[in-house]
Every structure is written in structure tokens, then in C-alpha cells.
């Protein structure tokens, strides 16, 4: 082998380990941020709980908040005096989904959220703790511009 060879073959293998190098960094970063922020969706879920339960209107009350993942923040509520068999999915999804996507795009405090694109989870039960309904809004409904109009 001659030493022009050697140059070019030592200048290929310093590439290929720098474009190595990069790419476990950059994956190594990406990991960190998730993680990272799966720790700040705990914390907002714990310190959301802390406040909880609270009534939000006639019909119901927020019980409390969970994550299930780096990509899922869920609210658990209970349908006041409702129980599971008078609770239609198809009236709720047509009614309730319109009004939690448009809080999801302008509603300040979920900013983060949106930004991380969380799929946002509303789980309701019945006045009896039955799992009733859950209404899940990943982030390609609420950064459409014409969600509402298409639901």
C-alpha cells in the first residue's frame, strides 16, 4: 500500500467515524429531550393533582391527571350523575371533540404540549366509576387549521 492510498484510506475512516460520532450524538441528544420532558409532564401531572378534584361545570369534575408516556398526557373525569349506559360515544364525539380540540390549539397552558406534539387523552367515567368514554386528540387533529369543520 502506498502512502497516498493510506492518506485516503485514514481521511475515509475519519469521516465515517465523525458521521458515527454525530449521529449517537444526536440520537443520544433527542433521547435526553424526550426524557427530559416526559419528566416535566409527571411533574405538571402531579401538581395538577394536587388541586384536584375539582368540579369543572354541572356535568362533571376533573379527578385527576396521568401520562402514560413520552407522548400522552391524559385527564380522567367523572360524569356526574350519569351512568355509562346513558352516555352515547357517537353524541360526545360529535359535541365534546370540536370544543377540547379547539382549547388544545389556544389554550395557552398546553403550549408545551402542542409543541411536543402530545396526544392529548380525556377519559370520562360515570357516577359510578365505570369507564364510560375516552376522547383521544393526537397532534395531526389539533394542528390541522380546519379541524373543527372536519370532525
Do not use: C, W
Not at 385527564?75 to 349506559?85: F, G, M, P, Q, V
Amino acid at each position: 500500500m502506498n502512502k497516498e492510498s493510506s492518506k485516503k484510506n485514514v481521511k475515509l475512516i475519519s469521516i465515517v467515524v465523525g458521521i458515527i460520532l454525530f449521529a449517537v450524538a444526536y440520537y443520544g441528544i433527542q433521547e435526553f429531550s424526550k426524557n427530559d420532558f416526559q419528566d416535566e409532564m409527571e411533574k405538571a401531572a402531579i401538581e395538577l393533582n394536587k388541586k384536584l378534584p375539582v368540579q369543572v361545570d354541572k356535568f362533571s369534575r376533573l379527578d385527576s391527571a396521568s401520562t402514560k408516556s413520552n407522548s400522552n398526557f391524559t385527564y380522567h373525569y367523572t360524569l356526574l350523575n350519569i351512568e355509562k349506559s346513558e352516555v352515547y360515544p357517537d353524541s360526545v364525539y360529535k359535541y365534546m371533540k370540536p370544543g377540547i380540540i379547539e382549547n388544545i390549539k389556544t389554550n395557552p397552558d398546553l403550549k408545551m404540549y402542542r409543541d411536543n406534539d402530545i396526544t392529548m387523552e380525556y377519559r370520562y367515567y360515570d357516577k359510578n366509576g365505570d369507564f364510560a368514554v375516552n376522547i383521544s386528540v393526537p397532534p395531526n387533529l389539533y394542528k390541522k387549521q380546519d379541524t373543527i369543520q372536519n370532525q
